[in-house]
């Protein structure tokens, strides 16, 4: 690449100065060795007799057109050779983030083939044409609960999480899939994995992981969750919920609409709470010391309570999931991922509004928020009492889901 011109001087008269011929015919060279000259016409160098030349010769000219730049300087004005550089500029942008595009969903194929023939972690009764031929969605909500949540969920069901032949043509019209994630317990098959499955006969609102549930598992839980519902849904956003926590759907569709031509984003309340490095208190942090010094806070992450990030995020998780450091906060772990990529972070209110009168206030005034709870409780407090004081006060309407486009 060490192609410039000699010490020429460019002939009087012609404005155009030694340094943007030079460009020019650098510019140049690079778009002859692209075949550059299918997006705008390059005029011929002196003619010469081809059929004196031979295959290799014609064949090495068409791929390399020669550019004499000593006539060229006399023609060529500098708004058409940055106009041209700028051109190429693009075109190989375009290249490069579609040769990424296909990098990733390259990656993440061979890692769902992986993971299918290791039995991790996808769900273990997924079939093979099932990876192959991923559902196209809008966003998958993946609702994480535990094996002594049922009331929780239920809660859920009766209020704003559709049911039946509902959730189906909100799959099949609106391209949404919610989903109550969880794994299998310590004793497989024993009588806790039999209450889901009987649960998941009833409801089949379920999607289940090939991990151990516990309390100190919730990031290797996060990864996992994100990894099969990538390896099972071809999804524009990828959203973690807790299940205490109060969900618009419509809301949250148009939120995430407002984002969806952006590749890499990172959407929830982000917050920067304190690094605790005292035993024995809750959301200690066993690896404090690499945070700095005692008394430091945690970088910028989404609170854990409701997130989304895209596809990109979540095609990368799973592709690196075997080598990303998982730390004893979940929340912590996802912001923890995304140091050092180019993610833009957005830290959307609505998505943490409180309960009422908080919630109920901005649903009055037409403008209902997306995702309500406490955050004395790290959720709505006592949700299972209350989640439907919460829906009917603070709710967008039954019917607002089906009237929202996307």
């Not at 057109?65 to 051109?87: F, H, M, N, W």
């Not at 709470?273 to 945690?298: I, N, R």
């Not at 009055?364 to 709870?373: I, V």
Request: proline share 3%.
């Amino acid at each position: 690449m060490g192609y410039m011109l000699g010490s020429r001087q460019h002939k009087a008269g012609t404005g155009v100065s030694t340094r943007w011929v030079s460009v020019f015919c650098t510019a140049s060279f690079f778009l002859g060795v692209l075949v550059v000259n299918r997006f705008w016409d390059i005029p011929a160098p002196n003619k010469v007799d081809e059929e004196a030349l031979s295959v290799e010769e014609l064949q090495s000219r068409e791929l390399h057109p020669i550019v004499d730049c000593d006539k060229k300087e006399a023609s060529v004005q500098t708004g058409d050779i940055l106009s041209q550089v700028s051109q190429t500029h693009d075109v190989i942008m375009n290249l490069d983030k579609t040769i990424s595009s296909l990098e990733m969903q390259l990656a993440a194929a061979r890692s769902s083939k992986a993971d299918n023939e290791e039995g991790s972690p996808t769900v273990t009764k997924l079939g093979t044409e099932q990876l192959k031929e991923r559902q196209k969605v809008f966003f998958v909500m993946g609702i994480i609960t535990a094996f002594s949540s049922r009331k929780r969920r239920d809660s859920i069901r009766e209020t704003w999480m559709p049911q039946g032949e509902e959730l189906k043509k909100l799959e099949k019209e609106k391209g949404i899939i919610i989903r109550f994630v969880i794994g299998h317990s310590a004793t497989p098959g024993g009588v806790l994995d039999r209450a889901v499955e009987a649960e998941d006969a009833q409801h089949k609102d379920f999607l289940r992981l090939n991990h151990v549930e516990g309390y100190h598992e919730l990031s290797s839980k996060t990864q996992i969750y994100f990894s099969t519902a990538v390896a099972m849904w071809d999804a524009d956003f990828y959203i973690k919920v807790d299940d205490d926590v109060h969900i618009n759907l419509g809301m949250v569709g148009s939120t995430l609409a407002r984002h969806r031509s952006k590749p890499r984003v990172y959407i929830g309340c982000m917050k920067s709470g304190p690094v605790l490095a005292q035993k024995g208190v809750k959301y200690h942090e066993p690896e404090y010391w690499k945070f700095g010094e005692e008394g430091s806070k945690y970088f910028r992450h989404a609170t854990g309570q409701i997130y989304a990030i895209s596809k990109n995020l979540a095609t990368y998780i799973s592709v690196n999931r075997h080598i990303l450091h998982r730390y004893a906060n979940e929340d912590v772990s996802l912001g923890s991922w995304f140091i050092g990529l180019d993610v833009e972070h957005i830290d959307d209110r609505s998505l943490c509004c409180g309960t009422p009168p908080d919630c109920e206030w901005k649903a009055q005034a037409g403008n209902p928020c997306a995702a309500s709870f406490d955050w004395s409780c790290s959720g709505i407090c006592k949700s299972v009492e209350r989640m439907d004081e919460v829906h009917q006060r603070c709710g967008e309407g039954d019917g607002a889901i089906w009237h929202t486009s996307f």
